[in-house]
């Protein structure tokens, strides 16, 4: 039995001024008029009922999912008393499902990914699935993206060429500078890492056991019907060590695999990115909102509720979202969430 985990705590600082604290990327519609966890909840329905879909988030955002996923079941939605990194939240939402469907497999997603090939997505986490169901339970399978670029902004997971669908992680890789990002690109046994893997809930949690002190503080987590669950879980989550998953486990268990895998995946991780789903004008101006040009050309304007008009520029970017107004070198766009601390 599948199910599945999206993730949707994150604060999206890097879209700044759009994502705010308040409102950050996954619950903004930057690329569709439906919103990120909206089209990713969109996504799983094709392969999974809404009842073996779950939301981990926090406890600020959880009337968002709420209102945006309005037929998730409430139980559903699992709030994490404050933010601790992925390996605490995938212990506390595997300790969750598990009490709901005993032994299922999960499958953990981001909620603010963009995906190209629905369809494609869809067979590559059943084929994950098929994997640990039927060939290897203690397996953990995440799904690695063939790259079509020298990306420094990604992991990267190594794998030894061969012609298995499933194929076991070799090493995971830090984020690279340029020259090793090109390296990666031409010896084709490097895949991006996207942050998404699937995995049978009782070898998980063996995982975590073994290796990330987090799970001797919730095991004994009362039953989530209990009335003094949320009470003991505020008590004891922040004792939780704060630390990613990856380190925390992928890096050292003996048992993860990879799918290496081409349904366009994107992380939207900057405003550049924005770039490859808005399509440039005869000028290379990359124009979304209510945006005319007159002789501008290479800029990249984002506009909100105003009308911008462009005169005799050139590699600029605007950005206009909620109140605030901000301009200057394009080739500077990938460091405006910086001036959020400013």
């Excluded at 329905?45 to 879909?53: Q, S």
């Excluded at 059943?126 to 640990?132: P, S």
């Excluded at 993206?145 to 992680?169: H, L, Q």
């Excluded at 020259?179 to 942050?195: M, P, Q, T, V």
Aim: with cysteine; hydrophobic share 35%.
């Amino acid at each position: 039995m599948l199910c599945a985990l999206i993730m949707a705590g994150g604060k999206g600082t890097r879209f700044w001024p759009k994502s705010t604290e308040e409102m950050p990327k996954q619950f903004i519609n930057l690329i569709d008029d439906k919103t990120m966890i909206q089209l990713t909840y969109e996504r799983l329905l094709r392969i999974i009922p809404k009842e073996r879909i779950f939301v981990v988030t926090g406890e600020r955002y959880k009337n968002l999912v709420s209102m945006q996923l309005n037929d998730l079941p409430a139980k559903n939605i699992i709030v994490e008393p404050t933010g601790r990194n992925t390996a605490p939240c995938i212990l506390l939402a595997s300790l969750y499902i598990r009490q709901i469907y005993k032994d299922a497999n999960v499958a953990v997603l981001p909620s603010d990914h963009a995906i190209g090939n629905k369809e494609e997505f869809c067979n590559t986490l059943m084929l994950a699935n098929d994997y640990v169901e039927k060939e290897n339970k203690n397996a953990i399978v995440t799904i690695g993206i063939t790259p079509n670029r020298p990306e420094t902004g990604y992991g990267y997971i190594k794998f030894n060429k061969c012609n298995d669908k499933v194929i076991k992680v070799e090493r995971f890789v830090e984020k690279p500078d340029l020259e090793n990002a090109k390296r990666y690109l031409d010896e084709g046994c490097y895949l991006w890492n996207a942050g998404m893997f699937i995995f049978n809930i009782e070898n998980m949690l063996k995982e975590l056991e073994q290796n990330y002190s987090g799970y001797q503080v919730l095991k004994n987590l009362p039953k989530i019907e209990d009335s003094n669950y949320e009470e003991e879980l505020k008590r004891l989550y922040p004792d939780c060590e704060s630390i990613s998953i990856d380190y925390a486990v992928m890096e050292k268990s003996k048992n993860i695999y990879v799918i290496p895998s081409d349904f366009g995946w994107d992380d939207i991780g900057t405003w550049m990115s924005l770039t490859r789903y808005i399509k440039a004008d005869d000028q290379n101006n990359y124009l979304k909102g209510d945006i005319v040009s007159y002789n501008s050309k290479n800029n990249i304007v984002y506009a909100g509720n105003k009308k911008v008009i462009l005169l005799d520029i050139d590699n600029v970017f605007c950005i206009d979202a909620d109140g605030v107004i901000v301009i200057g070198s394009r080739d500077k766009i990938k460091d405006v969430h910086e001036l959020r601390n400013k």
